[in-house]
């Protein structure tokens, strides 16, 4: 090892040091010969201390023998090397020159997840937090999802950390133990999986590029606003103008947030087919359980989710008593992270009012309108927007939006199966009133592609108003926009004209 880093050090002088997955998704390591993690990470940092370099030793590992739960199987196997008291009185074998690099999340860079436990558990080893920034399970390049905001509540989120007594750190968010505030580490990281390929704009969709941009400032300073990141990147990217930069802003503002409510909404993980990580296939089982979706969303006739809570699997066990505690109840735990922890009834109660199962409908559609927002706010850029660019992003939108309804009726349709329910229609989440001539049109279902209006002959085809369900009044995008909330508008074959707005 030592003369195979010397050679690398000799080209590349200020080389840092080495990144090993071992006994990872098939890959060799030391407990193929009988030894731990600690055990090769140690080894390798011993040949590659003199040169002054490091071992960054990634901790995704998820040996199916450690627990029948994928996602408690890190911390079972990196804890006790972390917390083992050694000669001298300390606690933990890792080297000096060895970090641990641990994925934001306990699975696999999900869209959304639960901080991984192991942040602020490894007191004693030095930290790097290891973040996606190509769009492994976030679209690809093919949606548009700035990941600035998902960084920023990853860094954010309140570990609720507590010293040796029990009690609660005064710095303690992921980023104060990533850069070593919280529990004096000296030495931290944070790393980024990226992906650049031979495209002209590098990425593969040019809003690609704002996540390479927002992890390099939040690497350097994790204490920054994603949304003022984004402003500057749309400044330095596409227009000065105040008007463009407001708007392109809150469409990527909100991107990130219509992926997990059309892909995974509500904490329900691993949802991809096989393979290629983009299309949706709830049904699926993969060859071995933690591969499968299956798996992860559990669905039957009570309900949907995981139950990690102390009746269990346990995971809640692994965090700090406050988020073990918040985690462990279905009636604390965030709901956007519900279904990570609890196995959800149908029937469950949310903070809106909704069941769980008009929600979760709720949020696919949702999710899915906010991309149709996306794609008819940037036709209204056309006239600041360079035609290539524009045109390049306006068919990433087309198939973007009709991806994300793929998702939601994958994924709504097979749940219906398990919950006998009827997807909610008149009054109930996927609904809109429209207003034209003076009267009153209702019970509208907002996935479906076109609706005939009854508009007298001679009369005014224009919609007057528009209302979702929750009482909010639609924004008027184009003048032209058809009167059908889903799509098409519809003439009634007894009718002069159809109504639109």
């Not at 080209?11 to 990872?24: C, E, H, Q, R, W």
């Not at 007594?165 to 505030?181: C, P």
């Not at 929600?359 to 906010?370: D, H, I, T």
């Not at 097979?414 to 009133?433: C, H, M, Q």
Request: charged share 20%; aromatic share 10%.
């Amino acid at each position: 090892m030592a003369p195979a880093a010397q050679q690398i050090q000799t080209a590349i002088p200020d080389f840092m040091g080495l990144t090993v997955k071992a006994n990872s998704e098939g890959q060799p390591g030391p407990q193929d010969f009988g030894y731990d993690h600690g055990d090769g990470a140690n080894a390798i940092a011993a040949a590659v201390a003199p040169l002054g370099m490091t071992v960054h030793w990634r901790t995704f590992v998820y040996n199916a023998e450690v627990d029948n739960d994928r996602l408690k199987r890190a911390y079972l196997e990196f804890g006790p090397i972390d917390d083992e008291l050694q000669p001298d009185g300390s606690r933990g074998r890792f080297a000096d020159n060895v970090f641990l690099q641990t994925k934001n999340g306990p699975l696999d860079f999900q869209a959304r997840e639960p901080i991984h436990p192991m942040f602020g558990r490894m007191e004693n080893t030095n930290q790097a937090l290891e973040l996606q920034i190509t769009q492994e399970y976030t679209g690809q390049n093919w949606m548009l999802t700035y990941l600035g905001p998902m960084y920023e509540e990853i860094l954010k989120t309140d570990t609720y950390a507590t010293d040796e007594n029990g009690k609660l750190l005064r710095e303690r968010l992921v980023g104060d133990i990533v850069d070593g505030t919280a529990q004096h580490h000296p030495d931290t990281a944070i790393v980024g999986v990226a992906n650049l390929g031979n495209a002209d704009n590098l990425t593969g969709h040019h809003f690609s590029q704002a996540n390479l941009f927002a992890f390099g400032r939040q690497a350097w300073d994790w204490t920054l606003d994603s949304a003022d990141i984004a402003t500057d990147w749309v400044r330095m990217t596409w227009s000065n103008d105040r008007r463009v930069v407001h708007t392109i802003r809150k469409m990527m503002m909100g991107s990130w947030e219509a992926l997990v409510s059309y892909q995974t909404p509500l904490g329900i993980g691993h949802q991809f087919a096989e393979g290629a990580h983009y299309r949706p296939d709830p049904a699926d089982w993969a060859g071995r359980d933690d591969w499968s979706p299956v798996y992860y969303n559990k669905a039957d006739s009570v309900g949907l989710g995981f139950d990690r809570s102390p009746t269990g699997s346990n995971l809640a066990a692994q965090y700090f008593p406050r988020l073990r505690q918040r985690y462990g109840d279905i009636d604390s735990v965030p709901e956007n992270l519900l279904m990570w922890f609890h196995h959800v009834p149908w029937g469950h109660r949310m903070d809106s009012g909704r069941t769980f199962w008009d929600e979760l409908v709720y949020r696919y559609q949702m999710g899915v309108q906010y991309v149709t927002w996306m794609r008819e706010t940037w036709d209204a850029l056309q006239p600041d927007i360079d035609a290539r660019r524009f045109a390049e992003v306006r068919a990433k939108l087309a198939v973007h939006e009709a991806d994300a309804a793929d998702w939601r009726d994958t994924s709504v349709n097979y749940w219906k199966e398990f919950s006998g329910r009827d997807i909610p229609v008149d009054n109930a989440p996927l609904s809109a009133t429209i207003v034209v001539n003076g009267r009153k049109f209702g019970g509208f279902n907002l996935s479906e592609a076109s609706y005939p209006i009854p508009v007298p002959a001679g009369a005014s085809p224009t919609i007057t108003a528009v209302r979702t369900a929750t009482g909010r009044r639609a924004t008027r995008s184009s003048p032209r926009r058809p009167a059908c909330p889903g799509g098409r508008s519809s003439r009634s074959p007894r009718r002069a004209s159809s109504a639109r707005w």
